[in-house]
T-cell receptor, first 116, second 112 residues
C-alpha cells in the first residue's frame, strides 16, 4: 500500500511569492490534515478536509488556504509568503475524521519550505 | 482549547537502557485519546502508541509503554532496551473533536 505522498519535498521561495503544496492520501482515506512544523516548535494544526469540504482550520491567517479534490488529494496554498512561513509542512490522512479515535493519522514525509 | 506540554527538549540514553519522556496536557474533556508519535531524521511521522482515556490499563507496544495518569493529566512514554533506531524526535499528541494537538517534542538520542 502506497503511503501518503507529498510534493515537492523541498522548495525555496522569496517573500511575497505564492506556493502550492500537494498531498495524495492513502487509498481509501477521505480525510486530509495539514500541519506546519516550524523549527523548534511542535506541529501546528492548519487545516482539515473531509469528503471535499473544509471541516476545520487552525489559528492561521486567511492567506493559508487549500482544497480537496474528488479523488481526495489535497493542495495547500500559501499567499504573500513571509519569512516565518519557513517550515516543514506535513500532510496526514485517515479513513474518516478522528472523532471515534479508532482512526489514526498516517503522515507523509513533508514539504520543506524555505522563504528568503 | 487543549494544550500539550513536553518539558524535556532533549534526552540522551545509552543503548539498551531505559528512557522516560514526560507529557502533560490540559483539557476539560473526559473522553479523549492520547498518542505518542516518533519522527526520525527521515521526517516521516510514525505512530508509536495510543491510549484511550476511558481505559485505565496502560498501553504497551513491544518496548514502548505509557504511564497514563488521568487525574494528573500526565502521559509519559517509556522506551525500554533502547536501540540506535529509536533516535528521533518524539511528540505527544492529544485528540478530541477531530483535532490532534501536538506538544513541542523531545529529541531522543540513543548512544552506542
Amino acid at each position: 500500500e502506497a503511503g501518503v505522498t507529498q510534493s515537492p519535498t523541498h522548495l525555496i521561495k522569496t517573500r511575497g511569492q505564492q506556493v502550492t503544496l500537494r498531498c495524495s492520501p492513502i487509498s481509501g482515506h477521505t480525510s486530509v490534515y495539514w500541519y506546519q512544523q516550524a523549527l523548534g516548535l511542535g506541529l501546528q494544526f492548519l487545516l482539515w478536509y473531509d469528503e471535499g469540504e473544509e471541516r476545520n482550520r487552525g489559528n492561521f491567517p486567511p492567506r493559508f488556504s487549500g482544497r480537496q479534490f474528488p479523488n481526495y488529494s489535497s493542495e495547500l496554498n500559501v499567499n504573500a509568503l513571509e519569512l516565518e512561513d519557513s517550515a516543514l509542512y506535513l500532510c496526514a490522512s485517515t479513513r474518516r475524521g478522528l472523532v471515534s479515535g479508532a482512526n489514526v493519522l498516517t503522515f507523509g514525509a513533508g514539504s520543506r519550505l524555505t522563504v528568503l | 482549547a487543549q494544550t500539550v506540554t513536553q518539558s524535556q527538549p532533549e534526552m540522551s540514553v545509552q543503548e539498551a537502557e531505559t528512557v522516560t519522556l514526560s507529557c502533560t496536557y490540559d483539557t476539560s474533556e473526559s473522553n479523549y485519546y492520547l498518542f505518542w508519535y516518533k519522527q526520525p531524521p527521515s521526517r516521516q511521522m510514525i505512530l508509536v502508541i495510543r491510549q484511550e482515556a476511558y481505559k485505565q490499563q496502560n498501553a504497551t507496544e513491544n518496548r514502548f509503554s505509557v504511564n497514563f495518569q488521568k487525574a494528573a493529566k500526565s502521559f509519559s512514554l517509556k522506551i525500554s532496551d533502547s536501540q540506535l533506531g529509536d533516535t528521533a524526535m518524539y511528540f505527544c499528541a492529544f485528540m478530541n473533536d477531530d483535532k490532534l494537538s501536538f506538544g513541542a517534542g523531545t529529541t531522543v538520542t540513543v548512544r552506542a
